[in-house]
């Protein structure tokens, strides 16, 4: 089971990872940004091949958007500066809890 929440933070990491590089590809005109961005989203769905054989695929859903948009605006805010009203960053704790609350009640029925 260990192994199986590894991969899906593997999947995590590489999904955000590729959404982070998508303004710096400049719509597909830059070739390393847009061959990275190519490579993390395809490493991302990988490892989702993965975990959607071992949990279910609402669980593994939720955790995998909830948690990438969590960080997605985390990393949008140290590296491009973007800001989040008070609303925005509540709804983000929320969904974040949420994820919690799914994983953790999910596992007693697996």
Do not use: D, H
């Amino acid at each position: 089971m260990i192994k199986t929440y590894l991969f899906l933070i593997g999947a995590i990491f590489f999904e955000v990872a590729g959404t982070m590089l998508l303004p710096v590809s400049q719509n597909f005109t830059k070739i390393i940004p847009t061959s990275l961005l190519i490579i993390f989203y395809c490493s991302a769905f990988y490892l989702l091949t993965f975990v959607v054989n071992k949990l279910p695929i609402a669980i593994v859903y939720a955790t995998w958007s909830g948690l990438g948009i969590f960080t997605i605006a985390i990393l949008g805010y140290i590296i491009f500066k973007q800001t989040l009203a008070w609303q925005g960053i509540l709804g983000l704790f929320l969904i974040v809890i949420g994820v919690i609350l799914v994983n953790a009640y999910s596992l007693k029925t697996i």
